[in-house]
């Protein structure tokens, strides 16, 4: 059962009533930055990762004496 157009409409003022204009366009502003964020993020991902260097992780750590 699909609600009409009046059906939609008390929907909207019921939302409006509980939520307050302020939350409701304060909820969309932290969604759009949330995809913003996660569009930012598939950017960088996209991103060739530095190589870093076999010889600079196989050198032997030096141990003290005292150990």
């Given at each position: 059962?699909?609600?009409?157009?009046?059906?939609?409409?008390?929907?909207?003022?019921?939302?409006?009533?509980?939520?307050?204009?302020?939350?409701?366009?304060?909820?969309?502003?932290?969604?759009a930055?949330?995809?913003?964020?996660?569009?930012?993020?598939?950017?960088?991902?996209d991103?060739?990762?530095?190589?870093?260097?076999?010889?600079?992780?196989?050198?032997?750590?030096?141990?003290?004496?005292?150990?």
């Amino acid at each position: 059962m699909n609600p009409g157009p009046w059906g939609i409409l008390v929907i909207v003022v019921a939302v409006l009533l509980l939520f307050g204009r302020g939350k409701i366009s304060g909820m969309m502003g932290e969604v759009a930055s949330g995809i913003k964020a996660f569009q930012k993020g598939m950017k960088d991902e996209d991103k060739p990762v530095p190589h870093i260097d076999a010889q600079a992780e196989a050198e032997p750590v030096k141990k003290s004496k005292d150990a």
